[in-house]
């Protein structure tokens, strides 16, 4: 399920980002998707994965949306 998986892989990468070390500034990934079979889609695949990206950060950095959902 694409739903889980990409949002599972971000929170790992997260996760990991969170264990700064040698004194290095924390960082955190934020990331939007679309797929072609998108239902309703707005616009083209990259403005629809853009949008769920601005969606993402609206509700808080560090995480995934999919454009749909």
Do not use: W
């Not at 996760?15 to 072609?36: C, I, N, R």
């Amino acid at each position: 399920d694409l739903n889980y998986t990409i949002p599972g892989k971000i929170d790992a990468v997260n996760a990991a980002l969170a264990k700064s070390e040698a004194g290095l500034p924390m960082v955190t990934v934020s990331a939007g998707a679309a797929f072609s079979d998108r239902a309703e889609p707005v616009g083209s695949i990259f403005e629809d994965a853009d949008a769920a990206l601005y969606q993402r950060k609206e509700h808080g950095k560090a995480g995934c949306a999919i454009f749909g959902t």
